[in-house]
Antibody, heavy 122, light 108 residues
Framework: QITLKESGPTLVKPTQTLTLTCTFS??????????VGWIRQPPGKALEWLAL???????RYSPSLKSRLTITKDTSKNQVVLTMTNMDPVDTATYYC??????????????WGQGTLVTVSS | SYVLTQPPSVSVAPGKTARITCGGN??????VHWYQQKPGQAPVLVIY???DRPSGIPERFSGSNSGNTATLTISRVEAGDEADYYC???????????FGGGTKLTVL
């Protein structure tokens, strides 16, 4: 059974760096073809794909946010970390991590975490 | 970048058929995936690769994709189907995922 759970601060100040951790179970990021992605959703708005990391440490980023995002993995801990620099109030959103079903280069998300709401405010 | 266009809202009476569209340039050449999201919950995959259904998703949910429009069809709509629905594709030109703007399905 695959599960994912996001953790991190609920409140960050403008210009700060956000660090979110996705802790998962039921699969291993050392297995070929496996990945973990991040998606966010501002309150009342649509889903926005952010980033994805593959088992071989290949990474993909949203073009519009690429300069601010870093995704890394710790295979031994079954964790994926997303950092976003220079946070702004418009980055207030629920951040989800999700498990992709990969048929490279395409994929869709079959399991999602519960999401974590991050508010950016001074 | 590739843009997916969904109607903001669709309304349907119980027992009727709801059709939610997802428009994009030559979307028929892409694989489309659909998610259902109820208030306060994470999205749930309901259709993948245009028309495949994950286990546990009722047969009432179906999908099609041709030309410039992909469609999620929900037959015999129930009150429990009321939710936001999002389409998703992979944009080969930029190598990233794209979500539509979402459609709120209201069951009258």
């Amino acid at each position: 059974q695959i599960t994912l759970k996001e953790s991190g601060p609920t409140l960050v100040k403008p210009t700060q760096t956000l660090t979110l951790t996705c802790t998962f179970s039921g699969f291993s990021l050392s297995t070929s073809g496996v990945g973990v992605g991040w998606i966010r959703q501002p309150p009342g708005k649509a889903l926005e794909w952010l980033a994805l990391i593959y088992w071989d440490d290949d990474k993909r980023y949203s073009p519009s946010l690429k300069s601010r995002l870093t995704i890394t993995k710790d295979t031994s801990k079954n964790q994926v970390v997303l950092t976003m620099t220079n946070m702004d109030p418009v980055d207030t959103a629920t951040y989800y991590c999700a498990h992709p079903v990969v048929t490279a280069p395409e994929y869709y998300f079959d399991y999602w975490g519960q999401g974590t709401l991050v508010t950016v405010s001074s | 970048s590739y843009v997916l266009t969904q109607p903001p809202s669709v309304s349907v009476a119980p027992g009727k058929t709801a059709r939610i569209t997802c428009g994009g340039n030559n979307i028929g050449s892409k694989s489309v995936h659909w998610y259902q999201q109820k208030p306060g919950q994470a999205p749930v995959l309901v259709i993948y690769y245009d028309s495949d259904r994950p286990s546990g998703i009722p047969e009432r949910f179906s999908g099609s994709n041709s030309g410039n429009t992909a469609t999620l069809t929900i037959s015999r709509v129930e009150a429990g189907d009321e939710a936001d629905y999002y389409c998703q594709v992979w944009d080969s030109s930029s190598d990233h995922q794209v979500f539509g703007g979402g459609t709120k399905l209201t069951v009258l």
